[in-house]
Nanobody
Framework: QVKLTESGGGSVQAGESLLLSCVGSGLDYQHYSMGWFRQTPGKEREAVAAIAARSGATRYAQFVKGRFTISKDNTKNTLFLQMNSLQPEDSATYYC?????????????????????WGQGTQVTVSS
């Protein structure tokens, strides 16, 4: 059974940084394309960043504007999201997601419909 567990959220001031992690069990990260999404109450879940299973290719939402970096350590089954220059509008619950890619470099997906496996989320609060 696939399980994804996020950590690293917290409360910070505007301009500060956070490193989110997503550790997985029941899956091998080298066979999964993965992404980070976020959601606030009353709003739809939106993509933040995504990374391919094997090629290392990445994509980011426009609002990231070079502030966030997604990375994946397949040897440790861990996905990361380094978030710098955080702003109050970045406050949300952040989720990691994984989609099985059995062959090829793996796609880079920014649509939540592409993912079948989700974590429970970690809360990020940014104060001005």
């Amino acid at each position: 059974q696939v399980k994804l567990t996020e950590s690293g959220g917290g409360s910070v001031q505007a301009g500060e940084s956070l490193l989110l992690s997503c550790v997985g069990s029941g899956l091998d990260y080298q066979h999964y394309s993965m992404g980070w999404f976020r959601q606030t109450p009353g709003k739809e879940r939106e993509a933040v960043a995504a990374i391919a299973a094997r090629s290392g290719a990445t994509r980011y939402a426009q609002f990231v504007k070079g502030r966030f970096t997604i990375s994946k350590d397949n040897t440790k089954n861990t996905l990361f999201l380094q978030m710098n220059s955080l702003q109050p509008e970045d406050s949300a619950t952040y989720y990691c997601a994984a989609e099985f890619m059995p062959s090829g470099p793996g796609g880079v997906f920014l649509m939540h419909e592409n993912y079948d496996n989700w974590g429970q989320g970690t809360q990020v609060t940014v104060s001005s």
